[in-house]
């Protein structure tokens, strides 16, 4: 079961095949063009905060994340020890509340369970403010039950995500790091006020 031990044990056991150990390249392309320094930004499933701790030093005070491995987390302020707790949730994401104008997908999607996805879309939804954006990075390849990661099609992850976003951007990666090269779509999706559910 994809529960918060079976994550928190495979940081203990450094089964850690995911952790990228910098911010990884579309990510980075795509936030050193943001020039709003007060969006409200939020990573889930932020893991050692590669990402986070790349944004909020960039002075996007306002990123947030969201891991609910303890383990990752004690890393993560190792890692970044300037980063503020209180914008750290140790909890499941699913549970959190907020309200963001930002929310960066990096290798969280393909670690929940696909009956979750649904929820997942959902829940981004109900997280963004009007014309926020979620963006980031979805795995390019089939779909297999021995995730995770798991993968999925361009049109699966269409058929869901239209459902609450316009689209401003969904094609291959050309600048994946390399282990990930062909295999990453990138994604610049929109909470707009005309599309309410
Ligand atoms: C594949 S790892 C990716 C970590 C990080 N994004 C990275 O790229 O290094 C997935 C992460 O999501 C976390 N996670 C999975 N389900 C979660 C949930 N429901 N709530 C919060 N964190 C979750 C796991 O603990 C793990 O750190």
Request: hydrophobic content about 35%.
């Amino acid at each position: 079961m994809l529960n918060e031990s079976y994550w928190n044990n495979r940081y203990i056991e450094g089964n850690i095949g995911w952790d990228a150990g910098s911010v990884t390249t579309p990510i980075k392309q795509y936030i050193d063009q943001v020039e709003d320094k007060n969006l409200r930004i939020l990573i889930p499933g932020a893991g050692f905060g590669n990402e986070a701790g790349y944004i909020y030093s960039l002075g996007f005070v306002n990123t947030f994340v969201c891991e609910w491995s303890e383990k990752a987390v004690i890393q993560f302020k190792k890692n970044y020890p300037s980063f503020p707790d209180s914008q750290i949730f140790l909890k499941n994401f699913f549970e959190i509340e907020g309200d963001f104008d930002l929310i960066i997908e990096q290798t969280f999607f393909c670690a929940i369970h696909p009956s979750q996805r649904e929820l997942y879309a959902k829940k981004v939804f109900d997280l963004l403010n009007f014309g926020g954006k979620m963006v980031g990075l979805l795995f390019d390849f089939p779909f297999s039950e021995k995730g995770p990661p798991f993968g999925g099609d361009s049109q699966e992850y269409l058929s869901l995500f239209k459902k609450y976003f316009k689209i401003n951007c969904f094609e291959k990666s050309y600048n994946s790091i390399k282990p990930r090269e062909g295999n990453e779509i990138f994604f610049n999706f929109e909470k707009t006020n005309y599309k309410l559910l």
